[in-house]
């Protein structure tokens, strides 16, 4: 008999009754370290004080009125967005996956209102994830993804992650977009170069072909920039971003420059949810503290103590991991044994860490975890790899 809720994941049995900072705990009492944040979504931790208040004080006012409506939440949300990034203008969703509907929109819309209708393609790269929907998994374009949904969304073009040949042969002004990961999450913490970053952004300028960065995992100061591309210095046109922007409340945005978002106007797209007051003054509280950059440069302090342990736990365990990639407080260990067997001996010395292609198993840590639970975790990890090393 089919389970009540329909049955598309594969759970740990793990019961988590409670959240408080980096800690998760069960109802008897056993606790958790959080490397995994929900997926990079618990930005701030569980339970954090100025985001509990933010929640508890809207929801005595006004949870929800649609966008029929103006919303003081919202547009406050989007100024604050506004100032600290490249966009000019915002449209709020429930998810990343939204945000990657509305990004393949605003592209093709873009070169519609230019006259160029044909312009539609997307190009996209192996190992990407953009979400589940139609869209989104045409998107990706991996088989584990499209296989028995039927008609594929065209118009995607996929290229290998890291063919800069393939890359430079493909862009030519037939392309829409260019749309990539600056650190691939899902696809095994995969961290695009710097330099590759700036020969994209130059690429597409050569062409007019927009610059889609999805940034839902590796931004909102999951690298140690509020976003990931600051990094190498350049701006996308238009930028998906969600987990980490709610602190745990469904928010997702994209963020345009006017130019890309020229598309858009009344009555091209919309959303119920999106955007509404109880979602935005949580986004609010999450922006306030992670753009100041005081709490980002905690962040780089954190990710460098980290990084240093995780980097003398692969050389200590060399039969358990074979390296450490990543940037920020996005970290993955590649593992020699299954990685799935590393994530169950890290449930066992009670750290959260969640799996990713590539058999990697991801760190994401809330960005506020102290340096006693990076230590206290390390020992969990290391008490882990010591028991995986023991098995194999
Ligand atoms: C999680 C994720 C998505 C999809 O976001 P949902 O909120 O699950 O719809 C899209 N892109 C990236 C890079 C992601 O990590």
């Given at each position: 008999m089919i389970p009540s809720v329909l049955p598309t994941y594969n759970r740990a049995p793990l019961n988590f009754v409670k959240g408080e900072g980096s800690w998760l705990f069960e109802a008897d009492?056993?606790?958790f370290l959080d490397l995994g944040s929900g997926i990079a979504v618990n930005v701030l931790g569980h339970a954090h004080p100025k985001l509990t208040e933010a929640l508890t004080e809207q929801a005595?006012?006004?949870?929800?009125?649609?966008?029929l409506y103006e919303i003081?939440?919202?547009?406050?949300?989007?100024?604050?967005?506004?100032?600290?990034?490249?966009?000019?203008?915002?449209?709020?969703?429930?998810s990343g996956t939204e945000a990657c509907e509305l990004a393949v929109k605003m592209a093709r819309k873009y070169w519609y209102d230019k006259g160029q209708q044909d312009r539609t393609e997307i190009i996209t790269f192996s190992g990407a994830f953009h979400g589940r929907s139609t869209a989104a998994?045409?998107?990706?374009?991996?088989?584990?993804?499209?296989?028995?949904?039927?008609?594929?969304?065209?118009?995607?073009?996929h290229l290998d992650w890291g063919d800069h040949d393939a890359l430079k042969a493909a862009v030519s002004e037939k392309t829409a977009a260019v749309m990539i990961e600056p650190v691939q999450g899902e696809g095994g913490i995969r961290t695009l170069p710097d330099q590759c970053l700036q020969g994209l952004?130059?690429?597409?300028?050569?062409?007019g072909a927009?610059?889609?960065?999805?940034?839902?995992?590796?931004?909102?100061?999951?690298?140690?920039?509020?976003?990931?591309?600051?990094?190498?210095?350049?701006?996308p046109d238009i930028m998906m971003v969600a987990k980490g922007i709610g602190g745990g409340f469904p928010l997702g945005a994209v963020l345009a420059s006017e130019e890309a978002a020229s598309g858009m106007t009344a009555g091209t797209h919309g959303?119920?949810?999106?955007?509404?007051?109880?979602?935005?003054?949580?986004?609010?509280?999450?922006?306030?503290?992670?753009?100041?950059?005081?709490?980002?440069?905690?962040?780089?302090?954190?990710?460098?103590?980290?990084?240093?342990?995780?980097?003398?736990?692969?050389?200590?365990?060399?039969?358990?991991?074979?390296?450490?990639?990543?940037a920020g407080l996005m970290l993955g260990l590649k593992c020699k044994p299954a990685n799935?067997?590393?994530?169950?001996?890290?449930?066992?010395?009670?750290?959260?860490?969640?799996?990713?292609?590539?058999?990697?198993?991801?760190?994401?840590?809330?960005?506020?975890?102290?340096?006693?639970?990076i230590a206290e975790a390390m020992k969990r990890i290391e008490t882990a790899a010591l028991t995986v090393a023991q098995k194999d």
């Open positions: 009492g056993r606790r005595q006012k006004l949870w929800h009125v649609s966008n003081p939440q919202q547009q406050a949300l989007a100024d604050a967005l506004v100032a600290h990034s490249f966009a000019d203008t915002v449209f709020f969703t429930n998994i045409a998107a990706a374009g991996s088989e584990k993804m499209i296989k028995g949904f039927g008609p594929v969304l065209g118009g995607f073009t952004r130059a690429l597409c300028d050569e062409t927009l610059l889609i960065l999805d940034e839902v995992q590796c931004g909102v100061g999951r690298t140690g920039k509020l976003f990931a591309h600051e990094w190498a210095g350049i701006t959303s119920t949810y999106g955007g509404n007051p109880l979602g935005c003054a949580v986004g609010r509280a999450v922006m306030d503290i992670v753009a100041e950059e005081g709490f980002l440069a905690d962040v780089r302090r954190r990710a460098g103590q980290l990084r240093q342990s995780l980097d003398g736990l692969v050389a200590a365990h060399p039969d358990v991991f074979e390296e450490l990639r990543g799935t067997e590393l994530v169950q001996a890290c449930y066992d010395s009670g750290v959260i860490t969640v799996p990713a292609a590539d058999n990697v198993i991801r760190l994401l840590p809330p960005l506020n975890i102290t340096e006693e639970d």
